[in-house]
């Protein structure tokens, strides 16, 4: 058995990569830890690198085609891992999920047409929708405590309400922020929900393979919505390979897959370069699961590592004052009265624990700041540069983004930057 090795730190600046050598431009700041875009500060397999390479030696970088391997591929991937059969005629490819989801609201919306998102959501799902010249319809997810902490939930009173009138969904199984893994009974009431009310749901599973508490494909919970759903999945998170530009798409109704792969060949818009293939073809595998597996025990640390942290470092012991008094008698007899005093304990930065994935939602709402002096406390003062909770849209305020897939060492230093920032801020 190969044994990978993520503590590895790698030197990512100057390998035009968006994490490291875009964060000075975007946000105007020198030595920032950059932790938010999603991608992993950890090497790309050596068995994928080395068929790369191996590609790139043959010395003709010529058009690429879709080999049969790289439906087997996907096919045995979702069939071993999600018991969910797809055939070949149901897939396809688009070089990354959000051009796909571009594609897909310009292919079965119309402008104008409402489109129901579940903010604090992935921020270019609100922005396609506008760029499709669509309407954003939200349906907040409430936030409820758990025996853990606290979780999202979605409100399917609200749903009911919101969804009417609405041409398409953008469901995001798991969800990112917050990595909740939405549970079958979840999603069978979506579709129900969406199949009473004709809406087309586009469902973006890109973080599926990473879920610490298994996954459902929202095309697997109601046959009959599944007609209207078109599932976009790719090797890109789960193997840390964003920048190869892989992804695939399931439509399981064949009208609705034509449809779709007739508008994509209309732009050539399903078309990869010489190497796009590669990733699922070769990650889908064995080995790809044995790194998966490491990945993930490694991620989870991470996580754990982090809500201890939080935990330790981050909990104040709390006076609350009820308007009940107690009367005590002086020894000179003079009788005084005081408030009741509750001590008690409160965390003051928290985190959502993520079922899936490596990117944290931290809560920092019990520090009671604006989200301007948020954002300066943690880019200006604790310097980190994380993902503004506020652009996930609403619900998202009070909370920071936090990129976890790195080693630990990067991790135990944006923890004691944290805390530094913490204790000058309050002077602790
Ligand atoms: C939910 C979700 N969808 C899509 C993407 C991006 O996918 P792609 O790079 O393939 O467009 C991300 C990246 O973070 C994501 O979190």
Request: charged content about 25%; aromatic content about 12%.
């Amino acid at each position: 058995m190969a044994k990978y090795n993520f503590n590895k730190e790698l030197n990512r600046k100057g390998t035009s990569c968006i994490k490291w050598d875009m964060t000075e431009t975007i946000w105007g700041k020198k030595n920032l830890l950059p932790m938010w875009i999603a991608d992993m500060d950890f090497a790309t397999p050596k068995f994928f690198t080395d068929a790369l390479i191996k590609r790139v030696d043959g010395g003709v970088l010529g058009y690429g085609c879709r080999p049969q391997k790289w439906y087997d591929s996907i096919i045995a991937w979702f069939k071993d891992r999600y018991n969910w059969t797809i055939t070949k005629d149901q897939l396809g490819f688009v070089p990354g999920i959000v051009v796909g989801i571009a594609h897909a609201l310009r292919c079965f919306t119309k402008p104008g047409d409402k489109v129901l998102i579940f903010p604090p959501v992935y921020f270019p799902f609100a922005n396609q929708i506008a760029y499709a010249k669509c309407k954003q319809v939200d349906c907040p997810l409430v936030i409820m405590e758990t025996k853990d902490g606290e979780d999202f939930e979605i409100d399917f009173k609200l749903l009911e309400k919101k969804i009417k009138g609405c041409k398409a969904m953008i469901l995001c199984n798991p969800h990112n922020p917050g990595g909740r893994v939405w549970s079958r009974a979840e999603l069978q009431k979506i579709a129900k929900i969406c199949l009473e009310n004709n809406v087309f749901v586009i469902s973006d599973e890109i973080h599926c393979d990473l879920s610490f508490k298994g996954h459902i494909p929202f095309a697997t919970v109601n046959a009959k919505q599944a007609k209207n759903t078109i599932t976009f999945h790719a090797p890109s998170k789960t193997f840390n390979c964003a920048g190869v530009g892989a992804s695939e798409w399931v439509a399981t109704d064949k009208a609705l897959h034509d449809k779709f792969a007739t508008y994509l060949r209309g732009g050539e818009f399903d078309a990869g370069h010489y190497d796009s293939f590669m990733p699922s073809s070769i990650f889908y595998s064995e080995k790809g699961k044995e790194w998966l597996s490491q990945a993930m025990d490694y991620i989870k640390g991470n996580i754990d590592y982090v809500e201890k942290f939080l935990k330790d470092n981050f909990t104040a012991q709390t006076i609350e004052l009820s308007g009940k008094k107690i009367r005590t008698e002086t020894s000179d007899g003079v009788a005084e009265e005081y408030a009741e005093a509750k001590i008690g304990t409160t965390q003051l930065i928290k985190m959502i624990r993520p079922q899936a994935s490596f990117l944290i939602f931290l809560d920092f709402r019990n520090l009671g700041l604006s989200q301007k002096e948020l954002v300066d406390f943690v880019v200006d003062k604790a310097h980190l540069a994380l993902n503004d909770g506020a652009m996930f849209g609403a619900g998202g305020e009070g909370f920071m983004r936090l990129n976890v897939g790195c080693p630990r060492k990067t991790m135990e230093r944006a923890m004691g930057q944290l805390k530094a920032a913490f204790c000058k801020k309050y002077k602790l």
